[in-house]
């Protein structure tokens, strides 16, 4: 199976919440990965989103180190647009 990972990043001016965080996140700039695989039954190339994960640094005076967490596309880009 092939897989391929796109990475972006985007920027938040404001703090802003998603579904799995912890709570408010700061603005600021963070990675995005996507994960896809390819649909092998096509006769054109074409892929399949498996995951998406935003990388979030670990908080000043907190226990934990940077956290990978799974997102919801279709919200990340709705939080992005209340942010613009």
Do not use: C, H, K, N
Request: glycine share 6%; hydrophobic share 40%; net charge negative.
């Amino acid at each position: 199976m092939t897989m391929r990972t796109t990475s972006r990043t985007v920027s938040f001016t404001r703090p802003f919440v998603l579904s799995g965080l912890d709570g408010v996140q700061p603005a600021g700039t963070y990675t995005v990965e996507t994960d896809e695989e390819l649909i092998q039954e096509l006769s054109f190339p074409a892929y399949r989103r498996i995951a998406t994960v935003i990388f979030l640094p670990s908080r000043p005076g907190g226990s934990m180190s940077a956290q990978i967490v799974d997102v919801d596309p279709l919200e990340l880009q709705a939080a992005l647009e209340r942010d613009a």
